[in-house]
């Protein structure tokens, strides 16, 4: 039993599959080297110092050689960094998630606190129960998007999304994606801008409802991030063999310093902060691994206080 | 049998600061309907205004808010010498201990996961933390 125990500590290759991390971030695999490295230069500065070479170049091998163990010793403690840093983005994924899946359970437990009692005793009026049934088929609707979210990160994770490509048209997606955002942030101004009638006709050749996911993480970071009243624009062009779609927002941008990691999974920029908005840092994750997956490009554009671009391109069908 | 004080909520003041529309509406419908009168606010910064305006009795505060987190709101509240005796009931659906231990920390009254609590079990928690901070009862 001890002996198995020893020999899975030596699988490498599953240990950096477990913290999902490269050969050379992974801690275990340093330290082995690291190890394999002092043995073999003992034993050979052990035997040039005593056969061939003066002790004072001797002295400035293994000077050489701290050198190099220095700096392997930066890369295990920068992996170990790393590895704490994804440990630490997962508890607060873990946090943020189940707050977004209570928070629709929640809203509607309680309109149905408030529907039932005036049910019963027979003051319900159609106006009040059409506006917290639709209240409960809102909450329901993004209790499903989360969940969803959930899904597809493990799915990406685990390289299990399956493709449905077929011919569709973006505009056709985008009208929809428009009128569902405009009733759910009545407070934002969403717009739908086509330059001429061939996009209308234009269709993409992807999976439509990878695409449709997209269109409304990347339409729900615009929200999230602008203020009330503020204008939001989708727009799709034509460029070469794309079909270019992109929404921009008048929201609070994106710092330089963390445009860079902006796709990464968990990654929150610093102005978004975690308690004035609840964003769980995969939407632009997921959407840049679906767009990938149906061999298109993303990408954006940013000024910190004044709003941000995100687009995708995806092959026109011709 | 343990005595129980009845109040008289009628005078009763609530703020409410909640982002969700469908939330504010169900638990302003409810508070009202036993005689509270209720304010809202739908972010922090509204929030802070409103509580220094009409220094309610008791403040139910979400944490995740556009603007002002309920973080930064509760700390506001707390050095505003006008403010800080206020009760704020933190009304959240966060449970990280981290999120609990700072809001403890920053001077909240009681810390509440909203899926929890149905709407009379709210009205019977608001009660007793009212009755607890109001000396005059």
């Known amino acids: 039993m001890m002996y198995m125990r020893i020999l899975d500590s030596l699988n490498i290759k599953k240990q950096c599959a477990q913290y999902r991390v490269g050969l050379w971030q992974c801690p275990q695999f340093l330290f082995l080297i690291m190890g394999m490295i002092i043995i073999v230069a003992i034993a050979a500065t052990n035997t040039l110092a005593n056969r061939y070479v003066a002790p004072e170049i001797a002295a400035l091998i293994v000077l050489a050689l701290a050198g190099v163990l220095f700096v392997i010793g930066h890369m295990i403690v920068s992996a170990f960094d790393r590895v704490a840093r994804s440990a630490r983005s997962k508890s607060e994924f873990i946090s943020i998630i189940s707050h977004h899946l209570r928070a629709p359970l929640s809203a509607i437990k309680w309109q149905i606190d408030v529907l039932l009692p005036q049910n019963q005793s027979g003051r319900l009026q159609a106006s009040e129960s059409a506006k917290y049934l639709n209240a409960i088929r809102e909450n329901n609707e993004r209790m499903i998007f989360a969940v969803n979210d959930l899904l597809d990160v493990n799915r990406i994770e685990d390289n299990d999304i399956v493709l449905c490509p077929s011919a569709f048209s973006l505009v056709e997606l985008s009208r929809g994606a428009v009128i569902k955002f405009s009733q759910l942030y009545p407070s934002r101004s969403f717009s739908l801008h086509i330059e001429s009638e061939d996009i209308t006709t234009m269709q993409v050749y992807a999976d439509e409802e990878h695409i449709r996911r997209v269109i409304q993480h990347l339409m729900d970071n615009a929200a999230c991030y602008s203020s009330e009243g503020s204008s939001i624009m989708v727009r799709i062009v034509p460029e070469e063999a794309f079909a270019k779609w992109s929404v921009a927002d008048e929201g609070i941008g994106i710092p330089p310093q963390d445009q860079p990691r902006i796709f990464e999974k968990f990654f929150r920029a610093q102005n978004a902060a975690r308690h004035q908005t609840g964003g769980l840092g995969i939407g632009l994750f997921v959407a840049k691994s679906l767009v990938k997956l149906s061999r298109g490009k993303i990408g954006f554009s940013s000024a910190p206080g004044k709003g941000s671009t995100f687009w995708f391109a995806l092959p026109i069908v011709k | ?137």
Do not use: C, W
């Open chain 2, 1 to 137: 049998m343990p005595y129980t004080k009845h109040m008289d909520t009628k005078n009763k003041r609530i703020l409410f600061i909640e982002d969700e529309e469908a939330l504010r509406g169900a638990f302003g419908e409810t508070f009202q309907r036993d005689g509270y009168t209720v304010f809202e606010a739908s972010d922090g910064e509204d929030g802070m205004l409103i509580a220094k305006k009409e220094l309610p009795d008791l403040i139910l505060l979400d944490l995740i808010l556009p603007k002002k987190s309920g973080f930064e709101v509760l700390k506001e509240l707390r050095k505003n010498p006008d403010t800080k005796h206020i009760p704020v009931v933190v009304l959240t659906n966060l449970e990280g201990s981290e999120d609990v231990e700072r809001a403890l920390a920053y001077g909240a009254t009681t810390y509440l996961v909203k899926a929890n609590y149905s709407l009379d079990d709210l009205v019977a928690k608001i009660k007793s933390v009212l009755e607890h901070h109001s000396p005059a009862l």
